[in-house]
């Protein structure tokens, strides 16, 4: 099963993450199979591709709580 989840990267008490589908049974900083967008913590800024990030929820993957929040706020996934 795939989710569509957030994987970290960044420096010590700097952290950005990216916007990853993934396996479940992977690790967090594990090899993704597409990448679709990057959320700065920092600064509050991310990134959506929303085209892939459409196709993939199409597909099946579910997104992690976070994710859904994320996608929820840019107007992504309605509720």
């Known amino acids: 099963m795939l989710k569509l989840r957030l994987k970290r990267n960044g420096r010590k008490k700097q952290p950005s ?5 993934m396996p479940v049974n992977s690790r967090r900083n594990g090899r993704s199979i597409d990448q679709v967008g990057y959320y700065d913590t920092m600064t509050k800024k991310y990134y959506l591709n929303i085209i892939k990030i459409t196709t993939w929820l199409e597909k099946g993957v579910k997104p992690t709580q976070t994710v859904y929040n994320l996608l929820k ?3 992504v996934i309605e509720d």
């Not at 993450?17 to 589908?21: I, K, S």
Request: no cysteine.
């Open 73 to 75: 706020k840019a107007n």
């Open 17 to 21: 993450y990216r916007l990853v589908v």
